[in-house]
């Protein structure tokens, strides 16, 4: 007899799939909470992470206006590709240290280069 034709009150032979089912889910549902538990704790480093990265990259930022009045005052150029290129290789090098890719931290740093050099030429303004 299927579930079906016994009112769906469980298998034909008595047992009850959809308890057997929650006891299931129950047992894994505790391994689900830990693991759960390890994601957000893990997701909360993650976030403090992410603020102090971008607490750092307005830092960066300041300081590069900062070194753009400075130039300005000397009379010197506000752009500096050769400092430029140099802090790529200097990022790029430091990521091979860490073990991680250095053509994507390359990419990263350029972004900050980038964000840092319109910084500094919109003080110009």
């Known amino acids: 007899m299927s579930e079906h034709e016994n009112g769906g009150r469980g298998r034909a032979d008595g047992s009850d799939d959809r308890r057997s089912a929650r006891q299931h889910g129950k047992n894994r549902g505790s391994a689900d909470a830990g693991v759960l538990v390890e994601v957000t704790s893990l997701r909360d480093r993650l976030e403090a992470l992410d ?20 130039k300005r005052d000397a009379g010197l150029p506000t752009l500096d590709p050769g400092r430029e290129a140099a802090v790529i290789r200097r990022a790029t090098a430091m990521a091979r240290e860490e073990g991680m890719e250095a053509e994507d931290v390359r990419d990263v740093f350029w972004d900050i280069v980038g964000l840092c050099r319109r910084a500094q030429l919109a003080e110009e303004t």
């Open 51 to 70: 603020r102090e990265i971008v607490r750092c990259i307005a830092e960066r930022v300041r300081l590069a206006e900062d070194i753009g009045r400075a």
